[in-house]
């Protein structure tokens, strides 16, 4: 399936592609749009001990994938 993007175009202009994504212009290129309902925080930390848990006491963690760059504070 070949999309076909507007010729003209206009900065934060949205795209409804027939596939289902919505694509947005930001000056240079195409990207996807997420909408900022999608960016919810999905996490919440205990105010005494700082540990991050899921928002919802039924929501899983799945990781599969772990880069960490750096870690502070760590015990000693």
Known sequence: ???DFPAIKQLNQLFYAPNGIVYIW???KWDVYVKPEDLLNYWTRNALT???SPRHFDDNLVI???AIDRLVDLPE
């Open 64 to 66: 599969s994938n772990v």
């Open 26 to 28: 930001d000056g240079t």
């Open 1 to 3: 399936m070949s999309l």
């Open 50 to 52: 700082e540990e991050l």
